[in-house]
């Protein structure tokens, strides 16, 4: 559609004018941000929404400025995909009320809470160095099977169905599904995060996995999967405080521990907007 077009061209514009791209001719971007904390932004100043803990600094704003879009966030600490459909907390209205006919872009960043990926990272900090703990590596692969990576399995088919249902209720859409970042390096960085090498890598690569079904269910289902992974290494929460865009155990920055910063935030937020404009 029209927007879209004159949306690359906005982009390219953006460096050649103050603040937001210039408005488009039959009005701005309409941009429907949809997902959990891993958009929401939880604890990083100002918070606009309380209940979902919800930032003006997380990637859908940056994106939607640099777009010089018009933002819905409806995005949600806490989420998981049957809140899309229904009330969050028992108030917070479903995020699919946010999309109709006229919407023209959509974010999506879910499947991290579904899968329990981080009451699983909390649950491999082990403040001695082996062999004094348990690994959760160990933990979760007891018996042969691998609990996280059956989590992450039997989400598939609920998130592929998710992206049809945000086709129907936006179908002149383009669907962004973002992934999630790189959280740790190889072996990691013990004891700065207590968890074992073992289980860092464990960890990061259950991420990878995820990321792998999230980029496979979009293609399958009509959405282009944004990659945050590869841009964010060497930036995870091993990294430097300066070049950390992504938060440890003990964050760094005014953060939720395992998310990213308002650093990670920002550059988020241009990756996404670039995604947007391709």
Same mark, same amino acid.
């Given at each position: 559609m029209r927007r879209r077009a004159l949306l690359a061209i906005g982009v390219l514009l953006a460096g050649l004018v103050t603040g937001p791209a210039a408005a488009r001719a039959d009005g701005p971007l309409e941009y429907v941000a949809l997902g959990d904390s891993s958009a929401a932004g939880p604890l990083i100043l100002p918070q606009i929404d309380l209940a979902c803990l919800r930032t003006n600094r997380n990637y859908p704003h940056v994106a939607a400025q640099q777009l010089g879009a018009q933002l819905t966030d409806v995005t949600c600490s806490g989420a998981v995909i049957p809140d899309f459909s229904g009330k969050q907390f028992g108030f917070v209205p479903p995020q699919y009320n946010a999309l109709s006919s006229t919407t023209d872009l959509v974010t999506v960043a879910i499947t991290g809470n579904d899968t329990g990926l981080v009451s699983?990272?909390?649950?491999?900090?082990?403040?001695?160095?082996?062999?004094?703990?348990?690994?959760?590596?160990?933990?979760? *692969?007891?018996?042969?099977?691998?609990?996280?990576?059956?989590? %992450?399995?039997?989400?598939?088919?609920?998130?592929?169905? =998710?992206? #049809?249902?945000?086709?129907?209720?936006?179908?002149?859409?383009?669907?962004?599904?973002?992934?999630?970042?790189?959280?740790?390096?190889?072996?990691?960085?013990?004891?700065? %995060?207590? @968890?074992?090498?073992?289980?860092?890598?464990?960890?990061?690569?259950?991420? #990878?996995?995820?990321?792998?079904?999230?980029?496979?269910? $979009?293609?399958?289902? &009509?959405?282009?999967?944004?990659?945050?992974? *590869?841009? $964010?290494?060497?930036?995870?929460?091993? =990294?430097? @405080?300066?070049?950390?865009?992504?938060?440890?155990?003990?964050? $760094?920055?005014?953060?939720?521990?395992?998310?990213? $910063?308002?650093? &990670?935030?920002?550059?988020? &937020?241009?990756?996404?907007?670039?995604?947007?404009?391709?």
């Open positions: 699983a990272a909390l649950s491999c900090i082990n403040l001695l160095p082996p062999p004094a703990g348990t690994s959760c590596k160990a933990r979760y *692969t007891a018996g042969g099977t691998d609990q996280l990576a059956a989590r %992450i399995a039997a989400t598939a088919e609920p998130f592929g169905q =998710a992206l #049809d249902r945000i086709r129907e209720l936006a179908p002149n859409a383009k669907i962004l599904v973002t992934g999630y970042g790189t959280y740790v390096r190889p072996n990691g960085c013990y004891p700065l %995060i207590p @968890v074992w090498a073992v289980d860092a890598n464990y960890l990061q690569a259950t991420i #990878d996995r995820l990321n792998a079904m999230l980029a496979a269910q $979009s293609a399958a289902h &009509g959405a282009q999967y944004v990659d945050l992974r *590869t841009p $964010s290494i060497g930036h995870d929460a091993c =990294a430097p @405080v300066s070049q950390r865009w992504l938060e440890g155990l003990i964050p $760094s920055s005014v953060a939720a521990p395992l998310h990213p $910063s308002a650093r &990670g935030m920002a550059a988020f &937020g241009t990756i996404v907007a670039a995604a947007a404009a391709s």
